[in-house]
């Protein structure tokens, strides 16, 4: 599987933006699908993360309630749905694939810068 992240862009403070990460291979829905974020001067962490068959997400607290991951198996595609985005959401954003029997994402997209103005 490779990955190619998209969508990225400048945006105000409350407005939205969706990121889509498109895969490559045939066993796309096989992979859990998680997208990642690193911020100027800090470490990469978590955002969200969906199951192989979409039926769970997860979320990190600072994005609960605003983002929204969903995947279309049919496309290899997963989305991040940001809305109400904040300055301090401003990073690059990567999409990450791993097995579902594994802990550790393996697989990494490129990534794609979002900037939130204040």
């Known amino acids: 599987v490779q990955l190619q992240a998209s969508g990225g862009g400048l945006v105000q403070a409350g407005g939205s933006l969706k990121l889509s990460c498109a895969a490559s291979?045939?066993?796309?829905?096989?992979?859990?699908m998680g997208w990642f974020r690193q911020a100027p001067g800090k470490e990469r962490e978590f955002v969200a993360s969906?199951?192989?068959?979409?039926?769970?997400?997860y979320y990190t607290d600072s994005v609960k309630g605003r983002f929204t991951i969903s995947r279309d198996n049919a496309k290899n595609t997963v989305y991040l749905q940001m809305n109400s985005l904040k300055p301090e959401d401003t990073a690059v954003y990567y999409c990450?694939?791993?097995?579902?029997?594994?802990?550790?994402?393996?697989?990494w997209g490129q990534g794609t810068l979002v900037t939130v103005s204040s």
């Open positions: 291979g045939r066993t796309f829905s096989s992979y859990v």
């Open positions: 969906i199951t192989s068959t979409g039926v769970n997400t």
């Open positions: 990450a694939a791993r097995r579902s029997d594994s802990r550790q994402y393996n697989i």
